[in-house]
């Protein structure tokens, strides 16, 4: 890979593509870990965007070049602002890679964030991973609208020629690379829990035990001709609130899932985010003004959360003395009454919130979802619209502290609480709701009065 070029186009230009699927039950993560390797050890630094703004996909890009994946919506995000956010986000970074599936029958629609969307939005050269054992099934799909494919699944390199003399010849398109079969790893890849990052360890395995095989002039011809990206309304912050906020973030095996630029936003309107760890801390971080629970998996950690008492007492005794808390998913799983397995065990946590969080086994896929916030709280006025993804991993038996209004048929609740707490079952990226991140800068109406989150939900 020619270095140099990426050096000489990425201002203004910016290297950028987008990467996806575009047959049903095809999966580019393999291709995308021997790319990334690929392009790390010929000096080039990618930064991924996932296409729908959903914590629930599994990761390999921090593994490989240290830096998290971020996330862009055409569903819940404007044009602007997703153009905004790619650029805001490349710093130190040469080759934008966003990553998703491609629709390519005319009658498709993919619900959520769509990537074709995001190609017109961003001008991004188009790569298709083709999954060839899939050829092998269903035959050849018709050419799709993109500008290369990087074939996976290949199960011969003495087959590989005839493979790109076909695509090139029926298709009229270049073949930048392909991939061996790597059936062992990518085995133990689709054994990791959702949300969770693939480890550096597994990513090496599968680069070191695949044939990787890619043409670099293609690849940099596809992604160095992209043209200059600008932003027409850039999202610049005039006016900062009067009031900067300590925001405590939970961090650590059990939480770990947060959208990279929706906390940056928060800083950059002045509040300090600090870290602290549900699972080994006792106490909370000194002057936590608002406390934040991302999503994680603490159904693996239930236990000890529970006998961390005086976490639990931390956070209860926050409450009760008008501090706010947002939970998101297991977040909000945390602050329930108890956790329930789908055995019928249970384990005892926060009990901040009148409600059951009920895990759900299997790995369902996050659901777009928008809701219609019914009554007023510390986050989200009443009447306000909140788009973001439903994990189908957790339900709520929540009666009395629903905060959102029915919206199907079975009435399950997707945002419970009271005024000053809040639990939410969807992803929600702050950074595409403005009148959200505004909220964690509006002093609190409760600061020396005891609070009951209980008698305020009842």
């Known amino acids: 890979m020619p270095v140099d070029l990426f050096k000489q186009t990425r201002m203004p230009s910016l290297p950028r593509l987008a990467i996806g699927t575009i047959q049903e039950d095809a999966d580019s993560q393999a291709v995308l870990i021997a790319l990334l390797d690929m392009l790390r050890r010929n000096g080039i630094q990618t930064q991924c965007f996932a296409a729908q703004a959903s914590l629930s996909g599994q990761w390999a890009s921090q593994a490989i070049t240290g830096l998290p994946a971020r996330y862009l919506d055409s569903w819940i995000m404007s044009r602007e602002l997703c153009r905004d956010l790619l650029l805001r986000s490349m710093t130190g970074a040469d080759l934008a890679a966003v990553i998703g599936r491609f629709e390519v029958r005319p009658d498709e629609h993919l619900a959520g964030g769509n990537l074709n969307t995001l190609c017109k939005w961003l001008d991004l050269p188009r790569l298709a991973v083709v999954d060839v054992a899939l050829i092998d099934r269903r035959g ?19 087959t590989l020629d005839g493979m790109i003399t076909d695509i090139e010849t029926l298709w009229g398109l270049p073949v930048v ?16 829990a959702p949300g969770s990052s693939i480890p550096k360890d597994l990513c090496e395995q599968l680069v070191a035990g695949s044939g990787v095989h ?22 610049e912050i005039h006016d900062l609130p009067a009031w900067k906020p300590t925001i405590a973030v939970a961090y650590d095996e059990a939480f770990f899932g947060y959208f990279p630029s929706a906390l940056d936003q928060l800083e950059l309107l002045g509040a300090q985010v600090v870290d602290f760890s549900p699972l080994y801390d006792e106490n909370l971080p000194p002057g936590t003004e608002i406390v934040y629970l991302g999503c994680g998996r603490p159904e693996s950690f239930a236990h000890a959360l529970a006998e961390n008492h005086c976490m639990k007492s931390a956070l209860r005794s926050h409450v009760a003395h008008g501090g706010r808390i947002y939970g ?9 009454q108890a956790i329930e397995y789908p055995d019928g065990e249970t384990q005892r946590m926060c009990g901040i919130l009148p409600a059951v969080a009920r895990f759900q086994t299997g790995n369902p896929a996050p659901e777009p979802m928008e809701v219609v916030v019914a009554q007023d709280n510390w986050l989200a006025p009443q009447g306000s619209r909140l788009r973001g993804y439903r994990s189908g991993r957790w339900r709520f038996e929540a009666p009395g502290c629903r905060l959102d209004a029915p919206h199907d048929s079975c009435c399950r ?20 709701f403005p009148e959200i991140l505004q909220s964690f800068f ?10 009951d989150p209980w008698q305020i939900a009842s």
């Not at 061996?180 to 990791?192: D, G, M, Q, V, Y």
């Not at 998101?328 to 329930?336: D, F, R």
């Open 140 to 158: 050849l799909p018709k050419r799709p609208n993109v500008d290369a494919v990087f074939l996976d699944h290949v199960p011969h390199r003495r």
């Open 177 to 192: 690379g392909a991939l061996e079969n790597t059936e062992s790893a990518r085995n133990r890849i689709a054994s990791l």
């Open 214 to 235: 890619w043409r670099p002039d293609l690849f940099a011809r596809l992604v160095g001709g992209a043209a200059a990206l600008s932003v027409d309304s850039p999202c």
């Open 328 to 336: 998101e998913v297991g977040g909000a799983a945390y602050l329930s």
């Open 413 to 432: 609740p997707d945002l419970i609480g009271c005024r000053c707490v809040v639990g939410s079952l969807i992803h929600l990226h702050f950074a595409a």
């Open 442 to 451: 509006r002093r609190p109406l409760v600061s020396s009065s005891l609070v």
